[in-house]
């Protein structure tokens, strides 16, 4: 498990970014003793003293001498190549790192939500002068029918789809349930048994209650305007009671007959028609009285249902409906525009707080790009200092053993008296006063975007609401 959490590091590592990149360390590592070891100056030191070498009068510096400043020397040229190779990498991302885009682009943000905004409000201009001719003109048609019925500015009343589902499927279920009823109480005493008794009370049944719901619609014409409307409303009213009140008799009669014929022998219908001349009075008992009131109840229910089916004004729901579509749909594609602009407005409110946050990153970055480069500076000064006092010691260490092994009648050479050098190299350009300069100038852009921040702010918002003033929805049309 340490294994794998060590190898997803890794992999991770790999693909992190940062905000400056950072480079292996390539500064040679100067150790003295690893050198002396390397050439093993101590003991060729002394073999070179024992046999007098070099001479006396010797001016050039011996191959171990030789050996050691070429080495440090190769290490003095890596040093100053990597300080070359990292002023080159920093140089090159504080050339990269100027806020004037951040700066201009978030200054441009502005003008681009008036475009934006232009542009969707253009592509949708025909749709909403349609729509709003269309919501002008149904409201017209509105006004003009209550004016003309004498009706309130309140809404129709526009039961949902759901709602006359609902009342539909109770239509339904009182045919089947006063069927079944009606059924139960006399249906085995017909010719045919119980199947034929309850299709003749199911047919019975659907006929009171389906003529009552329909009586019901006609009803509502009770609250029309108009005098022979009202007197249509009153007849059909009158026509459901007789249809309830009749088929109630009826369903009575078919009770009477029953019990009279119990064996079920004869047909009932020349039967009932027989105890109607007679004038028998057909409820007779308890169960004949609630099939009566059953059938008044069924058919009540179905009358009230038809009644309340739509807005109790006949006509007025298909005028407000059609109305409220063309509304509706207006509304719909003004709130889509609105949320569209609410949208880019909040999109490039983003992008403006995210462009100072960058151009604020940008500046970090150079400042700590600035400190690089005397990091930079400090470590290649640092390690050539090394290297010429390594070269001093070394080349010293290797003329003290020298002498102390050389022969009393064989001086050593005019030149131990001398520090062996190096010859001179080509630093890079570790100054930052141009740097200083451009970061002067980054701040003050970087100062001047965070000052503009607010009235792009207020730019936006101000082409916001004008835009959206343009799509204020018919709010007076009610």
Known sequence: MHFLKRLFAFIASLFSSQETEQSEPLIPKIDPEKLKKKFDLKKIAREHGAQGFPKSSA???????????????????QTVKYG??????????????????????????????????????????????????????????????????RLPNVPAKCPSGASKFLKIMLVIGCCVFEGTFNAYFFGSGLEGGLLSGFLTAFALSFLNVITCFFTGLGFRNKNHVSGSRRLLGWISFVLALAVM????????????????????????????????????????????????????????VGMWDGYTFTDRYPGYAGVWKQYAEAHRNYIELVEYLRNKLEAEKSEVLLKVDSGVQAAEKAIKAFRFNMNQKSIVKKQVTETLVMADETLQGLTRFYQNENVIARPKDSPPPDYFDHPVTFG????PDFSIEKDEMRLEVQEKRLFELVAEVEPIRARVQSSFNQQFNQLQPLQDLV
């Open 59 to 77: 001016t050039q510096i011996t191959a171990p001498e030789h050996d050691v400043r070429a080495e440090l020397g190769r290490m003095r040229e």
């Open 84 to 149: 070359e190779q990292r002023i080159k990498q920093i140089q090159n991302r504080l050339d990269s790192i100027d806020v004037t885009l951040e700066m201009n682009r978030a200054i441009e943000l502005g003008n681009e939500f008036v475009r934006t905004s232009d542009h969707h409000l253009t592509r949708e201009n025909g749709r909403m002068t349609d729509f709003a001719s269309d919501t002008r003109a149904k409201f017209q048609l509105l006004s003009e029918f209550r004016d003309k019925n």
């Open 245 to 300: 009140l009749g088929l109630g008799v009826l369903i009575s009669y078919f009770r009477y007959v029953l019990t009279v014929y119990e064996d079920g022998s004869h047909n009932s219908f020349p039967l009932v028609w027989q105890s109607f001349l007679a004038g028998v009075f057909p409820i007779q008992d308890f169960e004949s009285l609630i099939l009566f009131f059953g059938t008044i109840v069924c058919g009540s």
């Open 424 to 427: 001179s190299l080509d630093m």
